[in-house]
């Protein structure tokens, strides 16, 4: 029976598994009595997976010719249609809603952005808890489907180390991984990598728990850490009463967000020592150091300008405050420290907003729940740039360390800067188009890099007057929910789906 499931199409086997997540709100709104919410969670559960099985039974016998292609735009399916289900229990029990505010919320939350249009005071705890979950799912969508269906077609970030062009794979591959279909890859690394996630979730939860935090407030925050969605059900992180303990907890969960070598199946080498080799670990660790012992100094020394120089207190916090913020926004997570606030008071210095924008631009580690640009690709970059300038000096030098980094500074650097192209030139072409429902040139942008990066949150904190995505034009929220997707998917992907010779294979 299992095995007859699993060999449906992928949309079908995804609309089934949104159909039965539903479940979990409505046991929690049941328990909470609230018994609206419970019946609007039950009943388009229940319909939706009976929706699902006719759709499943109409194309049981369904063989795709291509399988890896079929995958890819069950991808696009997942976060353009998939939504449109999961907002249907959403906009039933919020009720004075529209159903395009709750579409917008599911993408949100489902592309791991974490961008909302609701006042955390208008949801309850259960609707809460389920965009919550869908961010959870969304972020593990994303880890299974990068390493079963991108990896193997050298897209989502793979492309800067592959030496195959980007969107192909290997003509023939002797790894018994990659030689199996998509479908039984797919399979293989679900069944891998669930346990880890949801084992970390569930240690971040109980840390959590113990550090203060309600139990609904440290689920969310652990689901929303691992799947760096950013969704909490408070005004934001500051309120939660776990403070500065729970943020040092959420501090180690995300660096799964840095780096695939903390977790990946198919990385060489053995525990730290294999992390530590990594070059968008160690990259990552270097902006986490930089950035805030910038800020820091940059506090220090205008405290000493205006002689209100404090105890070493004071200055511990706007340390911290700065070197959990910046974590978070690398991850594109979005969480706020509870002493951000100490930190901007530390010198007078007013929110730096284009910093917190450039490391969500930046993002996470390939293959990994993180937006943005990605680590790897910008170490891609500094590696030929850092041989370029060489060159400049030895002209006649020959560069070493192997044939794997002459060609991550030359094959690897060319692909990634033809990524960044495609990265700004969307910036420019999304900014543009919300410019036109009346958006000023900051707050286009803004929403821009907010919703391309996948990191919500950037929208409330990055200019000196936070902003709200409730107050968008019907228009502009549209354009949003679509960089969203695009953001997530990857310019590269798309590109590949266009490309005519993709669709003769």
Not at 79 to 89: Q, R
Not at 147 to 174: C, D, F, K, M, W
Not at 420 to 430: N, W
Not at 486 to 491: A, Q, Y
Request: charged share 10%; net charge neutral; hydrophobic share 50%.
């Amino acid at each position: 029976m299992l095995g007859r499931i699993l060999r449906l199409p992928f949309m079908v086997i995804l609309m089934g598994i949104g159909a039965l997540s539903m479940s979990l709100p409505a046991a929690h709104a049941a328990a909470t009595g609230d018994m609206h919410v419970m019946r609007s969670f039950l009943l388009s559960g229940t319909i939706f997976l009976i929706l699902a099985a006719i759709i499943g039974i109409a194309t049981a016998n369904y063989r795709p010719q291509n399988q890896v292609r079929s995958h890819l735009l069950a991808l696009v399916g997942t976060f353009t249609l998939l939504p449109l289900m999961l907002a249907v229990p959403m906009v039933e029990a919020v009720r004075d809603t529209t159903y395009f505010n709750a579409y917008f919320e599911m993408v949100s939350s489902l592309t791991t952005t974490g961008a909302t249009v609701f006042d955390p005071s208008r949801l309850s705890g259960t609707l809460h808890l389920w965009r919550a979950q869908v961010g959870w799912m969304g972020g593990f969508f994303v880890w299974v489907t990068a390493v079963a269906i991108l990896a193997p077609i050298n897209l989502g970030g793979y492309e800067v180390l592959s030496p195959h062009e980007a969107g192909r794979g290997p003509a023939q591959s002797t790894d018994e991984i990659w030689a199996t279909d998509a479908t039984k890859r797919l399979q293989r690394f679900a069944g891998r990598l669930f346990p880890i996630y949801v084992g970390l979730t569930i240690v971040l939860w109980i840390g959590l728990l113990m550090a203060g935090d309600t139990p609904l407030v440290a689920f969310c925050h652990a689901m929303s850490v691992l799947s760096t969605s950013g969704i909490t059900p408070l005004s934001g992180l500051p309120m939660a009463s776990s403070g500065v303990a729970g943020e040092v907890l959420i501090s180690f969960f995300l660096i799964f967000s840095l780096s695939r070598a903390s977790f990946a199946p198919d990385q060489s080498g053995n525990g730290l020592l294999r992390l530590i080799r990594d070059p968008e670990f160690r990259l990552g660790m270097a902006l986490i150091v930089a950035v805030p012992g910038l800020l820091f100094l940059r506090h220090w020394f205008g405290a000493l300008e205006v002689d209100e120089v404090r105890d070493l207190s004071a200055a511990g916090q706007a340390l911290w405050g700065s070197v959990f913020t910046v974590m978070s926004f690398l991850s594109t997570t979005g969480f706020v420290s509870t002493s951000w606030s100490e930190a901007q008071h530390w010198s007078g210095l007013a929110t730096p907003g284009l910093i917190l924008m450039g490391l969500a631009l930046v993002g996470g580690g390939v293959a990994t729940t993180a937006g943005g640009v990605k680590l790897l690709r910008v170490y891609a970059l500094y590696k030929h740039g850092a041989r370029e300038l060489d060159k400049l000096v030895h002209p006649n030098s020959v560069g070493g360390a192997g044939g794997a980094a002459r060609r991550l500074r030359r094959q690897g650097a060319y692909v990634a800067w033809i990524f960044f192209m495609l990265f700004g030139m969307s910036i420019a072409l999304v900014t543009l188009a919300l410019a036109g429902f009346g958006l000023s040139f900051e707050a286009a942008t803004t929403v821009a890099v907010a919703t391309l990066s996948n990191t919500g949150p950037v929208l409330a904190i990055a200019s000196d007057t936070p902003m709200s995505y409730a107050n968008l034009h019907e228009g502009a929220k549209v354009i949003a929910a679509l960089a969203m997707i695009i953001g997530r998917l990857e310019m590269l992907a798309i590109i590949a789906l266009l490309n005519p010779e993709f669709w003769r294979r």
